[in-house]
T-cell receptor
Framework: ETGVTQTPRHLVMGMTNKKSLKCEQH?????MYWYKQSAKKPLELMFV???????ENNSVPSRFSPECPNSSHLFLHLHTLQPEDSALYLC??????????????FGPGTRLTVL | QKEVEQNSGPLSVPEGAIASLNCTYS??????FFWYRQYSGKSPELIMS????GDKEDGRFTAQLNKASQYVSLLIRDSQPSDSATYLC?????????FGKGTSLLVTP
């Protein structure tokens, strides 16, 4: 499919649980992103990492915690989520963040349901 | 607020016709523009990128950019039922892409 993989593909969790989403890119890219996609809303950028450094945190609640140990791996740690956090969480990567290097390629997503 | 606006549709076209999808953006500093296709239950798939004013063609797809009017469009020639999907327009802004809500396209046999 694409060079970006995400696990798990589906996740159901209670509000008191702690879970992590994993993303891996095999494209040799330097930038990675987390997005949230809810019904009837545009894709919402959550976090941007460029060369493992977080360059953007789009006012995301602290119950979402990203981690980028290297340019190929990205995690999203989840704790004490709310039902309104139920959505499709998408990971993407791009060669970089500058002009003509910012084509983003998406993974298949994790469908998260918070009970 | 940096926004990308798209008509949500649905846009219905008969098989074989040209589908025309439009998008406007508010950030005059945007320099990169993208069209993604998203099938129901799937993730967005990049189909076109455009960086300069004018037209860019790739197979049945043509992207058009007019920076003065802050307008991007996507033409799909010889539309097929398999083209039925939601098409997302995106414009870069700093480190991020701003996405529109998408236009739903339905190609009827």
């Amino acid at each position: 499919e694409t060079g970006v993989t995400q696990t798990p593909r589906h996740l159901v969790m209670g509000m008191t649980n702690k879970k992590s989403l994993k993303c891996e890119q095999h494209l040799g890219h330097n930038a990675m992103y987390w997005y949230k996609q809810s019904a009837k809303k545009p894709l919402e950028l959550m976090f941007v990492y460029n060369f493992k450094e977080q360059t953007e945190n789009n006012s995301v609640p602290s119950r979402f915690s990203p981690e980028c140990p290297n340019s190929s791996h990205l995690f999203l740690h989840l704790h004490t989520l709310q039902p309104e956090d139920s959505a499709l969480y998408l990971c993407a990567s791009s060669p970089g963040v500058g002009l003509a290097r910012d084509e983003q390629f998406f993974g298949p997503g994790t469908r998260l349901t918070v009970l | 607020q940096k926004e990308v606006e798209q008509n949500s549709g649905p846009l219905s076209v008969p098989e074989g016709a040209i589908a025309s999808l439009n998008c406007t953006y508010s950030d005059r500093g945007s320099q990169s523009f993208f069209w993604y296709r998203q099938y129901s239950g799937k993730s967005p798939e990049l189909i076109m990128s455009i960086y300069s004013n004018g037209d860019k063609e790739d197979g049945r797809f043509t992207a058009q950019l007019n920076k003065a009017s802050q307008y991007v469009s996507l033409l799909i020639r010889d539309s097929q039922p398999s083209d039925s999907a939601t098409y997302l327009c995106a414009a870069n802004s700093g480190y991020a892409l701003n996405f529109g809500k998408g236009t739903s396209l339905l190609v009827t046999p």
